[in-house]
């Protein structure tokens, strides 16, 4: 790990030295609450009272806690469905995004294709499209094929979606793969597709996880297909119908539960994020700055 | 024999690849090429939903609609604040996580956790943060004695633009951070020190050594963001629904519009195209910047 300002030189400097005592912790410190206040506000919100939510001036300490908001949104909505909607999703086009885009990344990576490099321009470019120009095109197919209210409408276009940046990122890592025990077992005569299940796979995991967190990510915080392909409120995803529990009524808005759905639809990403994050990081950087 | 190696392995390649490009072409690809196609007809209420082919009139019925302009206005000035700010706070931040302290991995977690999380439920949090009676914005201000009374912070079409683009600037400057912060260690340390040497400060360093280096990275995180936030749409959709009064209406809330709430296929597709040509445009100048720094960055090392 290099720093920017090594302290070797730093500290014959009296002014850079007082930088660092004073400086960075305050940067640590501003960094620190700009990225976890909102969230925490969100949490506090979700096991307030309702006298204190909507206390005034803002209760910051409340003496009481509540998981009433929680016990709403399983009791008067189906959100064990929403969620169990959306990990079913979010699994499904991961495994799809990997099982159809690692092979993709090592043809282009190891097998010298014709045309290659149109087909990496392509899938490079494919990434910057956003989804609104997409939905009008897909609605057409998803009535077409008739799969309005089903977990496909979404699996399909979440794997396409993320096929872009599982293709980059497996790409880079098998560029970075020793050819060498690849060249050793075509010499004892192991076909392609055994030498790739056999000998590259299992090498190949670190790599997939490290990918199958970033699918996992966007296909849970979709928004615009879930809204557009299902309307079926057992079929709904959580960011889905998270954004519209306060639709119901505009004069008594239900800020607690609003509160505890954001804490409980985002969760599973706040841990996917604590336990992985180097591998996040990894993942977006190869992701990116390879292509 | 070297011939027939070649080939099985262009067949394998192509084995492995098909299915990839197909999903990619379906998802992609068709709903692009189909919009080009749809945007040559009226299909709306007034046709019953029959496409009845028109040539470009839809295209000229854009030319002279207000909304459009306005949306796309309101998508320009949301795009190039956002992007903006985050690009100078993700600088910062990423010159931060670089340094070496206690605790570092911990913070860097923290950092990248906005980026994470489901964008529509984050915009759940922000309208409650920008809540008029309330919000804790207003409870702050409040507070210091900045205000006399709560501000409707969505509710005014100025103070509703500054606010979702708060809330983007937020969720998405991890994304930078991100990026930069693999930039900025990949900068060799030598550079620096031979800097130090020659008596430069830490701002002439960053501007001499880490500014120009880290270049590439800067063009690629804009071309990556700037062709988000100009489609943004579950953020100002669920915090404001692009009021009031269409403030906030960006490019992809009128297109949704347009398509879901008014039926009207033919000029939605239109919508699509238009906005695809000038996504196309903008990534091409953005592409050419960015193999101009890489060879630039190149050239400094």
Redesign the interface.
């Known amino acids: 790990m290099t720093t920017v300002f090594p302290d070797a030189i730093i500290s014959k400097k009296p002014r850079a030295k007082i930088g660092r005592k004073i400086v960075l912790p305050m940067a640590i410190a501003l960094t620190v609450i700009f990225c976890l206040a909102p969230i925490l506000w969100q949490l506090l919100t979700s096991v307030k009272l309702n006298a204190d939510i909507a206390a005034i001036p803002n209760v910051y300490f409340p003496t009481r806690y509540t998981l009433d908001h929680y016990r709403e949104l399983f009791q008067r909505r189906p959100f064990l469905n929403y969620i169990l909607n959306s990990a079913i999703v979010s699994f499904a086009s991961t495994l799809l995004a990997l099982g159809v885009g690692a092979p993709a990344a090592y043809a282009l990576a190891r097998l010298r294709l014709q045309g290659e490099r149109w087909i990496l321009a392509a899938v490079l470019i494919v990434t910057l499209f956003p989804p609104i120009l997409l939905f009008l095109g897909l609605l057409e197919v998803v009535r077409y094929l008739q799969l309005g209210n089903n977990y496909l409408a979404l699996i399909i276009p979440y794997t396409a979606i993320n096929l872009p940046l599982t293709i980059l990122v497996m790409r880079s890592f098998f560029q970075q793969l020793p050819k060498d025990l690849e060249d050793a077992a075509k010499v004892d005569g192991y076909s392609t597709p055994r030498m790739l299940l056999e000998i590259v796979l299992p090498m190949t995991i670190p790599a997939l996880v490290t990918t199958g967190i970033l699918t996992f990510i966007s296909a849970w915080n979709e928004f615009i297909f879930a809204l557009t392909f299902i309307t079926r409120e057992d079929m709904k995803t959580v960011p889905v119908a998270g954004a519209q529990l306060g639709g119901a009524s505009p004069f008594e808005i239900p800020y607690g539960p609003l509160a505890a759905a954001t804490v409980l639809g985002t969760i599973p990403l706040v841990l996917l994020v604590l336990f992985f994050q180097r591998r996040i990081v990894q993942g977006l950087t190869a992701g990116a700055v390879k292509g | 024999m070297k011939d027939i190696l070649r080939e099985?392995?262009?067949r394998?390649?192509?084995l492995?690849?098909i299915?990839?490009?197909l999903?990619?072409a379906?998802?992609?690809a068709?709903?692009?090429v189909?919009?080009f196609w749809?945007s040559l007809f009226v299909q709306n209420l007034g046709t019953q939903l029959n496409p009845e082919f028109t040539g470009v009139a839809n295209f000229g019925r854009m030319a002279q609609d207000g909304r459009f302009w306005r949306t796309m206005f309101n998508s320009a000035v949301f795009t190039f604040s956002s992007v903006f700010l985050e690009l100078i706070l993700g600088m910062?931040?990423a010159?931060?996580?670089?340094?070496?302290?206690r605790g570092r991995?911990a913070?860097?977690?923290?950092?990248?956790?906005?980026w994470?999380?489901?964008?529509?439920?984050?915009?759940?949090?922000?309208?409650?943060?920008f809540?008029d009676?309330?919000g804790?914005v207003n409870?702050i201000l409040?507070?210091f004695g900045l205000i006399k009374t709560g501000i409707n912070w969505l509710g005014d079409p100025t103070l509703a633009m500054i606010s979702v683009t708060l809330a983007d600037v937020?969720k998405t400057t991890?994304?930078i951070s991100?990026?930069l912060?693999?930039?900025?260690?990949s900068?060799?340390?030598d550079l620096?020190?031979a800097q130090?040497i020659d008596g430069a400060s830490?701002w002439q360093?960053?501007r001499q050594i880490?500014l120009p280096l880290l270049m590439?990275?800067v063009v690629?995180?804009l071309?990556?963001r700037l062709?988000?936030a100009?489609?943004?749409?579950?953020l100002i959709?669920?915090m404001t629904g692009g009021g009031p009064g269409g403030a906030t209406e960006t490019?992809?809330l009128y297109?949704?519009s347009t398509?879901?709430r008014y039926l009207d296929?033919g000029y939605?597709?239109a919508l699509?195209v238009v906005?695809?040509l000038l996504?196309?445009f903008a990534?091409a100048i953005a592409a050419y910047f960015l193999t101009r720094s890489r060879a630039k960055a190149a050239g400094e090392i």
């Open positions: 099985r392995e262009q394998t390649g192509w492995l690849t299915p990839a490009l999903i990619l379906l998802v992609f068709y709903p692009i189909r919009a749809q910062g931040i010159l931060v996580l670089n340094q070496q302290f991995g913070v860097r977690t923290i950092a990248i956790l906005p994470a999380l489901p964008t529509a439920l984050i915009a759940l949090g922000w309208t409650w943060i809540n009676q309330y804790i409870d409040l507070r937020w991890p994304f991100i990026l912060l693999a930039g900025l260690q900068i060799s340390n620096y020190e130090a830490p360093s960053f880490t590439p990275q690629i995180a071309l990556f062709a988000q100009f489609g943004i749409f579950d959709s669920v490019v992809s297109i949704y398509i879901m296929f939605g597709a699509v906005t695809f996504l196309v990534v």
